[in-house]
């Protein structure tokens, strides 16, 4: 046996602990193998909040030491004040439609496939050899200057405020909505371009000057640049997917287009059109969903009701003002199987729907 009474003590580093060791300190979920940063809105956390929850650090709630950075003339991170709307808790908002960056390929993917495969049966079918030519010219001019208030809300509105807001969960929103009108607005370039190079009179460049000329569009593109200068984020969500796409975008694309094209032969258009509307639906269920919260908030409620009741009173007029101009491409189509006037009415009633699921008045221009 060796004799180890000859060996040399050796050194170590002291031991000394500081409790920062794992396990050395009991807190909410420690016990657990499944630990979150925050509660999920049901039993198990779903995919959407794993990857979007909480990815943007907050000081009032996981940075101790404050914002890691900030802007050379304000203050740090995400400021509050890049808005007049408060709230309690802004982490309180979760999208319904659990948007997260593959849930926006595979979607908008699936979109892009629908319109090629339309467009592509389209001409070879040669279906446009039936339309007449008071329907083509309708496109023309109508369809096409359409396709600048999407672009323009694209890369001037939401792409403009996708960083703007205090958490993460309401910029990808945000953010997807601008990925919506992008890609909308690209689809109808396309059929302009499909209509253009198809062997019918139909002028491909005529939407420009039908935008930047035309008199019943003039009041629909000064609405569009009015909104793309608005300085608080809240606002000009508020007045872009609350006010202007209902009583604007949605009396064009689903109380026009989408009742009149197929009485005029026209099947394409509407299935074109009905993935702009279908991209709306779904920004409106996130929109809600954010301007709810703020309506019900325990602390700030009351004032961004009143704040919300203002912007209704800017932005109101100067819509319902842009969606009266567009009266007279209504008896533009040679079949006409819905009138201007049931169309507005259309309309202003499911924005009146929508202000009082808000819980907010109802204008008094509606009545007028």
């Known amino acids: ?29 420690s016990k657990s193998r499944a630990y979150n940063y925050y509660k999920p809105a049901k039993l198990r956390a779903t995919m959407y909040e794993d990857v979007t929850v909480d990815v943007q650090p907050d000081p009032e709630r996981h940075l101790s030491q404050g914002w890691i950075y900030g802007f050379a ?91 703007s807001g205090p958490t993460n969960m309401i910029n990808t929103a945000v953010a997807v909505n601008a990925a919506h009108k992008m890609r909308f607005a690209q689809d109808l370039a396309l059929f302009n371009l499909d209509l253009s190079e198809a ?31 608005v300085g608080d984020w809240c606002e000009l969500l508020f007045a872009t997917n609350i006010v202007f796409e209902q009583l604007v975008g949605s009396l064009f694309r689903t109380e026009l287009v989408m009742q009149v094209a197929a009485r005029n032969g026209d099947y394409i258009t509407p299935t074109i059109v009905g993935t702009g509307e279908h991209d709306y639906d779904r920004d409106l269920g996130y929109t809600r ?54 169309s507005l009415a259309n309309a202003t009633s499911k924005f009146a729907s929508l202000l009082e699921d808000l819980g907010l008045d109802i204008p008094k221009e509606l009545d007028q």
């Open 1 to 29: 046996m060796a004799d180890i009474s000859d060996q040399k003590e050796r050194s170590f580093p002291r031991i000394e602990f500081t409790d920062s060791e794992a396990g050395a300190l009991t807190f909410p979920s």
């Open 73 to 163: 003339d304000g203050p740090g991170g995400y400021p509050k004040e890049w808005t007049k709307a408060q709230s309690s808790n802004w982490h309180a908002f979760l999208d319904p439609n659990e948007e997260w960056e593959q849930s926006i390929y595979r979607n908008n993917s699936a979109v892009v496939h629908q319109v090629e495969l339309c467009l592509r049966n389209a001409k070879r079918a040669r279906v446009y050899d039936s339309w007449s030519p008071s329907w083509l010219k309708f496109i023309e001019r109508n369809v096409g200057a359409w396709m600048h208030a999407e672009n323009g809300l694209a890369l001037h509105v939401f792409t403009a405020v996708q960083r």
């Open 199 to 229: 062997e019918r009179p139909f002028d491909g460049q005529a939407h420009r000057e039908v935008w930047q000329s035309a008199p019943e569009w003039q009041p629909t593109r000064e609405v569009v640049e009015q909104l793309t200068a």
């Open 289 to 342: 969903a954010l301007y709810r919260m703020l309506a019900q908030d325990e602390t700030f409620g009351a004032a961004n009701k009143e704040l919300f009741g203002s912007w209704l009173e800017t932005w109101v007029p100067r819509c319902l003002g842009a969606a009266r101009a567009l009266q007279p491409i209504w008896s533009q189509p040679a079949e006409k199987p819905v009138t201007f006037a049931t």
